[in-house]
Structures are given as structure tokens and as C-alpha cells.
């Protein structure tokens, strides 16, 4: 099994910062993919961002990029999200996930292990 725990969330105004990371523990596998995944009331699951861990290769949804940053600390397991110019639409529980292999899918579906959440809030 695989544990993941986020952390970083928290309230902030629009226009701000903050970091999430998300420490992985447990089994261990030579190729997967990381991602964070977000959530508002009453919408579906998204995808934010991945990154696939072994070349380090990123993936963005239009709607992050150029504000988010998606990196990873191999020494520490640990895979972090740098959220730059939040916007209220950006409130939402923040998700870290793990999906095994290298494909870098945008289906929450298709990922195999979820942290318990993080609040993000971003103030008008």
C-alpha cells in the first residue's frame, strides 16, 4: 500500500501564494506518476497537474499554467504544487494521487492511491 499526505492548504487572498505537498510512504514502484487533482462543491474531480517521476516530465491544465509549478524531491518522496497569483476560482480541496506506470492521465479514475485532502481557499 501507498500513503500520501498533503499539506500546505490554507486561506489567502487573490493574488497570493501557497505551496502543497504531499509526502508519499509505503510500497514503492519504479515508474508512476504523480498528480494533484482539485474539487469544489457540487463539480467533479479535476486534474491540476502531473509530473512523471522517474524523467520529471510536467503536465499543466490550461487553466494553471503559467501560475502553478508541479516539482518533486526525490530524497524525500515528496512531490509539491507552487500555486503563484491564486484566483478565487481556484478554491477547492486539493488531492495528491498516484498512478502507477508512466502514462500521465487527467481521469481521476485512473489513479491508484489519493491523499485525504488539502482546503484551499482563495479570498475575493
Known amino acids: 500500500q501507498v500513503q500520501l499526505v498533503e499539506s500546505g492548504g490554507g486561506l489567502v487572498q487573490a493574488g497570493g501564494s501557497l505551496r502543497l505537498s504531499c509526502a508519499a510512504s509505503g510500497r514503492t514502484f519504479s515508474r508512476y506518476v504523480m498528480a494533484w487533482f482539485r474539487q469544489s462543491p457540487g463539480k467533479e474531480r479535476e486534474f491540476v497537474a502531473a509530473i512523471r517521476w522517474s524523467a520529471g516530465n510536467t503536465y499543466y491544465t490550461d487553466s494553471v499554467k503559467g501560475r502553478f509549478t508541479i516539482s518533486r524531491d526525490n530524497a524525500k518522496n515528496t512531490v509539491s504544487l507552487q500555486m503563484n497569483s491564486l484566483k478565487p476560482e481556484d478554491t477547492a480541496v486539493y488531492y495528491c494521487?498516484?498512478?502507477?506506470?508512466?502514462?500521465?492521465?487527467?481521469?481521476?479514475?485512473?489513479?491508484?492511491?489519493w491523499g485525504q485532502g488539502t482546503q484551499v481557499t482563495v479570498s475575493s
Open positions: 494521487a498516484l498512478r502507477q506506470g508512466l502514462f500521465v492521465a487527467v481521469s481521476s479514475q485512473q489513479y491508484d492511491y
